[in-house]
């Protein structure tokens, strides 16, 4: 009889113990696997800012010049109806751009707007800090316009890569169209 009992009891532990370590496992499988994502879309970030030639600006730090009372332009590239309209950072302006590649200004691509359009939009002052930003770090909208600004002559051109997303996750208001 022991030793049917200390079987039980050897595979009751055994149980306990993949039980409770299992789930951990999994864990490290989806961390290491979220982390391969993660590094996916941090080199492809890199690799458009480089290929801009704009910088970057985070969510606090954009929120801090806006609370200074920075002098600047931000646009919000994302669909007015289905974003703008419902969220985007206070003092932004809309102009859509398309989420692939806008080597060539395409005005299918913007809504039918001209780059003559996006300019009458940041201003004449090419020095003017332009901040631009999309839904999220994975977004391309926001690329298209930092390159666009770049294009057009503007230096001090940003990209607010966290977009809306970045913004209601760090708790700041929005603002919002009735």
């Not at 030793?3 to 149980?15: D, G, K």
């Not at 398309?98 to 004449?124: V, Y």
């Amino acid at each position: 009889m022991k030793p049917v009992h200390a079987l039980l009891t050897a595979i009751a532990a055994l149980f306990l113990v993949v039980s409770i370590t299992a789930p951990a496992w999994a864990l490290f499988g989806n961390k290491f696997e979220a982390e391969l994502e993660t590094e996916k879309v941090a080199v492809k970030l890199a690799r458009d800012v480089k290929k801009g030639n704009y910088d970057l600006v985070t969510a606090e730090e954009l929120k801090g010049w806006m609370d200074q009372g920075k002098n600047m332009v931000i646009v919000d590239t994302m669909p007015y109806e289905e974003s703008y309209k419902k969220a985007h950072v206070p003092s932004a302006e809309q102009f859509l751009f398309p989420i692939s590649d806008m080597t060539t200004w395409d005005t299918k691509e913007t809504g039918g707007k001209t780059t003559e359009d996006f300019k009458a939009l940041l201003g004449d002052d090419l020095e003017k800090t332009i901040v631009i930003y999309c839904g999220f770090v994975k977004c391309t909208r926001s690329h298209n316009g930092a390159v666009w600004a770049k294009k057009l002559g503007y230096k001090n051109v940003y990209r607010f890569s966290g977009g809306i997303f970045a913004w209601k996750g760090a708790g700041f208001e929005t603002g919002e169209i009735d």
